[in-house]
């Protein structure tokens, strides 16, 4: 997802024959249907030799403006179904989805009852610490119901017009803090541009992606394959590229700066044709199956000056670079290691950061922030 050393347009480069075998003519509502299914016929995450452990971290689970007060919504990630509401506070929270009175799916037929969430089933009460507070037809709440954890409970923090939960397969605490984007509330940038994908892999997959540095002209259509620089830095890892970019303009040095903190939070800084900044939130939904999120920010002079026009075409190439990536994510299998050769990226390196992040590793863990 790297604009290429040739125009904005990528999609009409010929080189991407391979992926218009299955994107085709799809755009309008066709394309953003696309984009959030996966196919059911696919080989299961063993067959595929996908990850069997999620890794810790903090992870987007819903845009901002998904979840208004006094909303409930139902999602699932990590393989489990979670139940995320606003309380009249304005404040997000969530815990699992199933009440322990009874089962009832809290987020489907649930209600905000001020900061808490009563179960469509028997309108018991419960907080963001998973304990019940209330029982509308009951004097005494069963001592177990008042603890914490009754319901498992997710730590939350909101930044950056995202959602984002603590993920540790240990129930550990958090070892680090969500990073926040200045762009994110410059009154000088845009207000985001959300994009959503499902996406049939692992997590450590789409990360793979990132430092595949050959696929960009294979796939993408780059004329040549890109020079980067590497850097892990415990949690954070930063790739940096400097291209020529041909325009209608001529010839413009670019500058991709990509950082990610832990696995699920993601910050893309593109310079030279015009600013664009992205922020990224991948999280997992199964074993097998990943949910990306990409919310783009722009300088309000550019997108409203002479560079509008280049301004949408980035954003535009962008994304259709990652419906590329997913046409072969979806259907690729994990070769463990892989069989790499010289002008590949540092896939090993790579892995490396990614292993401090599951829990069951003996390899050294994140330091607490």
Known sequence: ??????????????????????????????????????????????????????????????????????????VRYFAQDLAVWRGEDGQARVIDAYCAHYGANLAVGGKVYGNLLECPFHAWRWNEKGACEEIPYSKVIPPKAKRDNCIPSWPVREVNGMVMVWHHPDKAEPQWEPIEFSEATDDGWTDFRTYEWHVGTAMENIADNAVDVSHFKYVHGAKTVPEYEFEFDGIKRTITSYLKMHTPRGEIDGKIESISYGPGQGYVRFSGITDTVMMTGTCPVERDVTHNRMAFTQPKANVDGPTAGLTRAIVKDITRQFDQDKVILDRHKRVDPPLVCAGDGPFGRNRIYYEQFYASSTKPKPAAA
């Open 1 to 74: 997802m790297i604009p290429q050393d040739t125009t904005p347009q990528a999609e009409d480069n010929p080189l991407n024959t391979a992926t218009r075998v299955f994107l085709g003519d799809l755009s309008g509502d066709g394309l953003l249907a696309w984009r959030l299914a996966v196919d059911g016929d696919r080989p299961g995450p063993d067959e595929r030799n996908m990850q069997t452990e999620f890794m810790m971290g903090w992870y987007c689970i819903a845009y901002s403006h998904e979840v208004g007060v006094g909303q409930v919504k139902p």
